[in-house]
């Protein structure tokens, strides 16, 4: 009864991890949609940046959300001086919390240009050029991480089982 415990138990752990691995592909999604759901405020809503920033922040979840709404309070009081100093401040200060890599992180900052500072058609390119890197560091994480929630959750039933036979 032990034994099956055992390997109930690594396999359990293994799949537990495995599913924690995804936390990183997760959070370049929100940013993303976050991004696109800016870039459509920015053009057609005729909102100032931060009010802009806030309806995002209500449809995303998590540190994503946080972060946004971070930057539509932080405009709002004048923190910062523009759109671009803002988020990348806000995006520092929080960088801890999120699982993002230093790649991720810098793809995220260069979204920040121009916003704030130029016409919406600027601020529009601006935003779907980082999309676009966006895009490709989302399909990076995802290839990843499938790679070690494979290798993670099936390691968890083999050193069971290896630890099980062991112990016999």
Known sequence: MALVFLV???????LILSCALG?????LAQFS???EVLESEISFAQKPLWQCFF???QRLNGVVADIFK???LSLKE???DDGESTFSQILEVNKKRLSCSRQDLATMEKFG???GLTDKERQSQSIKSSLAAMAKSLAIAEEKEKKWQRLTGFGGWMMGLVFALLLI
């Open 33 to 35: 949609y976050g991004f």
């Open 23 to 27: 936390k990183r592909s997760r959070e």
């Open 70 to 72: 971070e930057v539509s």
């Open 8 to 14: 109930v138990s690594l396999g359990l752990s293994g």
């Open 113 to 115: 240009c121009n916003l």
């Open 55 to 57: 309806s995002v922040s």
């Open 78 to 80: 004048n923190i910062y």
